[in-house]
């Protein structure tokens, strides 16, 4: 079992900044994919980005969407996976999910939820002026 939380979320402007934290049970490298997915209201859940944890610095992966504004990292001294979110655009509007694929199904799919086993309750992140 891994228990997530989520954290962070808010509402910003249309251009500003959030960093989400997702605190997990688990040490971050035990899972190997954490990934952090969103859904907005009538679609359908998406991945945002994901980290391959077992090398070094992690090996990161991006929807096109978001490329160039948002980082994920871990702090595996912390146990938690971060998301920095930079110039925000209403259409990042969404609860945004924490997850954990401890066994490496995810490593075909990094975005795709199906490689996903364990996930938080998430949090709301509003974009609007």
């Known amino acids: 079992q891994v228990q997530l939380v989520e954290s962070g979320g808010g509402s910003v402007q249309p251009g500003g900044s959030l960093r989400l934290s997702c605190e997990s049970s688990?040490?971050?490298?035990?899972?190997?994919?954490m990934g952090w997915f969103r859904q907005a209201p009538e679609k359908e859940r998406e991945g945002v980005a994901s980290?391959?944890?077992?090398?070094?610095?992690?090996?990161?992966y991006y929807v096109d969407s978001v490329k160039g504004r948002f980082t994920i990292s871990q702090d595996n001294a912390k146990n938690t996976l971060y998301l920095q979110m930079d110039s925000l655009k209403p259409e990042d509007t969404a609860m945004y999910y924490c997850?954990?694929?401890?066994?490496?199904?995810?490593?075909?799919?990094?975005?795709?939820?199906?490689?996903?086993?364990?996930w938080g309750r998430g949090t709301q992140v509003t974009v609007s002026s």
């Open positions: 997850a954990a694929d401890p066994y490496g199904s995810a490593r075909t799919a990094p975005l795709n939820r199906a490689g996903f086993r364990y």
């Open positions: 688990r040490k971050t490298y035990s899972n190997a994919f």
């Open positions: 980290i391959y944890t077992r090398v070094s610095g992690g090996t990161s």
